[in-house]
């Protein structure tokens, strides 16, 4: 079986019930996540080998992010312990015209602020065939971009599959940083989701040629890119392609629901690197990730707690959804 | 005033709070419910003498599913108790493309192993004029499907009017053992709900010749259908339709709301067998049923807690829901 | 800068969680609320200094009163403590055709039952320049009717601007009693939002007529006239239009959710009140007043937790609700 | 079967959760009780024909009450609906030093502003044997106190047992006028609870000695006192003692634990009357009332949820409390 | 590292909040638990490489008892999935005198219908060096019975050491049928905990006289026993010894707190077993068992989460528990 | 009225609801909290002007922090708002033999990163008599122990009263570093509570004695000490002295409740400081102390809400607890 190995950061999500605001809550539901252990528990699900990889304090906050990606089968062995802190992030949900919030309290944890000599890349990436990590990862510090240049390139000295997802963030890095930091990054990558610029593209076809044209200047064999939109009836859409050995491949669209919106392009990626490691058709697997992607949106939290039946049936099967008894 | 006894399984439902999953939940919502329990308390909020006849376990758990059905004015006094277990059922509510889930943990309750002694059913009947059941009992064993009969028999002799909602569980019986089952109690019902075979029907129109048809076949005088289905906009609607004195009667649609998918038939049923009671014209029989069954789908749990005000407010008055003050 | 002082009755609400009926809950949700109690947190919240003065009783609930508005930094140093009890409303939310409820039960409170004594004017108007009350206190009795035309007095003789939201409520007073006891006191208004007839509008243009001719009629400077409506889609929309100078002004419309639905009407005053105090053009002032209105509907409770710069992005940007990250 | 009708107000009881105080807490838990509804609870527990009789507003909160007694079996045909409100209270647990709060907001309610024409009492009685009220009943209003005199004298003409709980409430009435008022209604007596004057009693024997005099002034069958002390351990200590044919018999003690403290006389009550009802023996009978008391500080609410079993093994059984499994 | 391989039932337990009895609940918070999965939890907490093997339905509940483990660190690789159900236990907690109640629906569980195919025993005991289980296993079918026996032949073959707790249920099988089911393993065991005969001790040296006993009379390296007693303040202790080597070993007492009263035992079976992994002496063994049994009785659920350290510092180090900052 | 000024840090403070652990936790309770700030609020509680006076970030939590505040009437509007974090406590509970639980998550908050120039102590002492702050503000950061010396100098040249909590955290500082940065306050101070050393006193005398040497040696006005000890039947106690014009004043003793453990040391002080405002005789005023100090033990959070009253009546009068109804 194939192994996957993912790192990157894992934080504390804090919020409030219900529709509650900030002002207003004097409980916060608490949840793990980020985006490389997100995929890595979609993996898990699909019933892959997944491993994550971060840096986390020994006490008991760390350790139940430990427990929480043990709980759904993903493999923590290599999880490094030590550190000051874990990162943690608030979040309100939105509702209607009010915007979901995010406050990010990540400065200085564990893996912000891990050094080099943490990882043992070689031991790591022992027996895995892939890689995943995003462009947060190098975002945290310039320790962490070295870092994820050792990977890299021991990945490919071992052969395995390298996956990015840009996942570029605004409030870690100016745009030009970013792009700075992760172009090093590129050279490695087999696989992509998403552009480095941020651009908003009014159609699909914009996107396409975006995706077509990061393949040919990176020399990547596949770029994914996904796009949510408001249609005239106010419904939120989402939308994918899947540029892939000179074509494109225009996912089926889907109607995302309100549930949550976080984890959505990680639910993406699972679902696409689990169709590329079970040689899915270019079309099947943009088809695949969507579906995964879309079902995120119903599951409250980080991870994407499918079975690969479910994201099969909604990929590939019928869109209804009755209760069966 | 009529008297309407109802004989079934009331199972314990555990269902995770909010949108969770299974797989997320650290507490269950508890409540109580099954076909012809839902029944009996739509008729005790709108009045009518209703009795519910199961077989319950001594133990706690089984007085609390008493306890739940004597707050809302149910007559338990026919309960019989004794056996091993009370039914189960966990629920996952649904949400966008995810589809609910139900699982089943019913056999070897103390009614699916209740024997033909438990019951009198001379006494049981004494002072009733209605009996209400579904297809669901006899599907529980064969020793339930002989007390059915045993029960049809007697409340014919007492010239009592005979209700079954036919409502097919596949996860029962297959649907040839269900025809078999069934059938041989359709001799003594006088009205039905929905049809022995499971057909998807895609046009109300289908649906009440199928309806008429069976009315005919099984020399019923009535027979209710009821169709839920998603229109071009994605919205759930429900229809429905009552087949009675040769003529076919279609009810006011709804758009259905999300708060809730079980109890919605048992909802019709309840509101269609108090329109009967109270002599209403078919027409407004159907409207009243519908009305019902829309407003099940806004309150959590099995039971449909609306007062009979509400009810005939939304059938016969306008849409509007203002806060009055 | 100004100080805005309002006047009236503030109630504890109990509501059932989630989308429970009263007769299924067995906890209730608190909240304190009450027109002006809203629209003096509102204000607060967008940094006005901003005073609530009613009467309530010595014990901790009544304190618990106090300290719902302390919290969201309105002065409630005005606040007479005494009488025997606090107004309680029990709120169940509505959900699809089922229709909210609200059960009131508030006579006999500290300030249904207040004395002129009990207020000094004179020195509560101490450095105020608006004052706000609505239709409601006067009508919880003849002694409230008075204290409010003592109160529209002082304010005159003080030159200061003042704001009746009528809010009609038919639950307090017949409609006739009602005209009579508040038209005594709009003579002392300068704005007043709402109509003294409960007519329900067919367009925004009947509004607009009918607000210029109570401008007119009364001598106000501003009129200004919410409409609730539900679309050819079935969605409920928020429209409002500002009679002002001999002109009527349509704010820009807004779809409203469904998390809550009391309160907006108090947000939209509490707009608009901000507006006219920074002297915003009529048409902006009654944006931000809509804007305001329709974020109320995204949050739980009476009070509108907005910012300052939530509102005029909903109003003067554009509508996207991504996450910012 | 032994009928037995229970009379008085019953209310609405809002709690903070845990331990918090009222000024901490966002949510109240609900529940209901009253000294007469709490007896017709446990009687029905016991399996005695129990039904209590109050007025309660025709509303959904009014009905809730309603329902929370017929979920525990109590007959609830007798309440009549109308009125303005249901009486509250709030209610605040204690904890180490801090002691417990009630905050009372009765007045006003269906039940205290009730007319005799409310009440048939030749009707209600019908088919019943015993009768039990309490002090607080009378207190309400000098109308309830004439209305428990006419119950008092039919009962008697019926030849009914009349049991009084004196139940002072220096809140409702000065001691005066509680006598005053009980005095007239003690004529009709046979068994009580308590005595007229509130004094705290330093031991049993004095106890005692009150409470054979009391019996013997009022020509009384039986006369039951119970006492909380503390002992030198600082734990809490329930005891009690009941005259009877002229002696006294003193009851098991126990040391009650700190879950609940409502409700401790109103389970002693109805442990004693179905003692009574059964013919136990009067030193059996305070057993069995004092163990059925010290149960109710176990369980959360107003309402004393044990069984028969359990009491009487707590009365005549060990103490052990093992999980038996 | 040595690794220890449990087996037996894990049931899915639902219990009220708080100190609710049963009628009260409409919620049930979850926990998963049985006596070797809590062992295996407790010695994965110690850092022990700890299996264990039941067999659990395929479904999402099946499922979320397996994540309840991962989530711990245990190896759930050998639990075979199949059969309909997981076994389900209610829990009331109890409160001063109301005792806690257990209602078990455990029957027709997927291990209790499991069938000696289900488990290749040479395969399960690969690597491992323990076998531990407990006389619930053998208790729930007279194949599984068999399957124990299998499995502690084959233990022996490779030279594993086997712990067994006997563990007596009086509601699964009669003393008789329990001993003549269990003598046939104690052939192959090497320590076991608690004796055949369900007997009360009145002292620990009575205690001792009878492990002593059953150690000569079984062939057996070890046998501990424990003991819960309350002393004359009414507080609740828990003694325990170690028969090791033809002496005898007391533990240190404690006084057990009111959290939990579930798993105690298990949880000195994982404080003995890891110290006989350790090669702690007898009385440091028997020690750290009796601290681990404490801190359980401080820790909601089945599981004991607590760590080495945590343990040890009760055992070896003060009783303080200020907190340190 | 006399104005207090206190100065520290407010943190978030992240607890598991009732006995979870952090591991099973999957909601935190919220709270906020720090030495300064209970004080604060124990003042307003009883009628003080009091203001607490930190550095907070701009966003909604630490919004949160500042409404919290405000809620309980304390003045915030000396908080300086900027820096990036707010600092974040997690807290789990003890119950029995298990220890409660603090992980700070306090460095680099914004308060430990404020500037001196953030402060302008001569205005935020404008008005004020009292100046409070803990041995905690010092030891976040040197800069924070210069901003303190600047407060000292500043408070005393305005003819302030200095109280500080020495409040020694073994997680902030060593003894020595301590020591050195706080000796330099002291001359500043005219009450301290604790001591430099934390040394474990075994008895009120030694604790007295060391308490008049401190008074000597720093030349102080007063000295309050307290002293939690276990007694023989295992309770927790609480006792105090307050040395004072030479003399030494012993408290009233109290055994203290388990329902937190957090901020009875700040409870103390919020008392003492009350009572020396107003005057009262030293003995009086430890013994005040010591009943606030004990309540604060009944409260859920690190704030003592508790009312002047309630305090008063623990400190003079009896130790009942009864309802009063």
Redesign the interface.
């Known amino acids: 079986m194939d192994r996957v190995v993912t790192f990157g950061e894992i934080m504390l999500r804090?919020s409030p019930?219900?529709?509650?605001?900030?002002?207003?809550?004097?409980?916060?539901?608490?949840?793990f996540g980020g985006a490389e252990a997100n995929v890595a528990v979609s993996l898990a699900n699909y019933g892959v080998d997944a491993a994550f990889v971060t840096k986390l304090p020994q006490?008991?906050?760390g350790?139940?992010a430990v427990?929480?990606l043990?709980?759904?089968?993903v493999d923590t062995s290599g999880i490094v312990r030590g550190g000051?802190?874990i990162g943690?992030y608030?979040y309100?949900k939105?509702?209607?015209?009010?915007?979901?919030?995010?406050?990010?309290?990540r400065?200085?944890s564990s893996i912000a602020e891990a050094r080099r000599g943490d990882f043992d890349w070689d031991e790591i990436f022992d027996g895995a065939s892939w890689f995943h990590f995003s462009g947060i990862t190098p975002s945290l510090s310039a320790e962490l971009a070295d870092i994820c240049l050792e990977a890299c390139k021991t990945a490919k000295k071992k052969n395995m599959t390298v996956f990015c997802d840009l996942n570029y963030?605004?409030?870690l890095l100016s745009g030009e940083k970013f792009s700075a930091t992760v172009e090093k990054l590129l050279e490695y990558a087999d696989y992509i989701k998403d552009l480095l610029v941020d651009t908003r593209f009014d159609t699909d076809e914009q996107c396409a040629e975006a995706a077509s044209g990061a393949a040919k200047r990176y020399g990547l064999k596949g770029v994914a890119v996904t796009r949510?939109f408001v249609d005239t009836?106010?419904?939120k859409n989402l939308s994918g392609m899947f540029a892939y050995g000179g074509k494109t491949y225009f996912g089926k669209k889907?109607?995302?629901?309100?549930?949550?919106?976080?984890g959505g392009g990680d639910g993406f990626c699972g679902g696409l690197i689990y169709a590329l490691l079970n040689k899915f058709e270019p079309q099947k697997a943009v088809d695949l990730a969507l579906?995964a992607s879309?079902?995120k949106?119903?599951?409250?939290?980080d991870f994407n707690?499918?079975s690969l039946d479910?994201v099969t049936a909604?990929a590939f099967g019928g869109?209804?959804?009755?209760?069966?008894?």
């Open positions: 804090l019930e219900n529709n509650l605001r900030f002002v207003q809550a004097d409980k916060f539901e608490t949840a006490h008991e906050i350790q139940a427990n929480s043990r709980r759904l089968g000051d802190r943690v608030y309100e939105g509702a209607g015209q009010r915007s979901p919030k995010v406050i990010y309290d400065t200085h963030r605004r409030k949510r009836n106010g419904e889907f109607t995302v629901c309100d549930v949550e919106r976080v579906a879309c079902l949106y119903t599951i409250p939290g707690s499918v479910e909604l869109e209804e959804c009755e209760i069966e008894r």
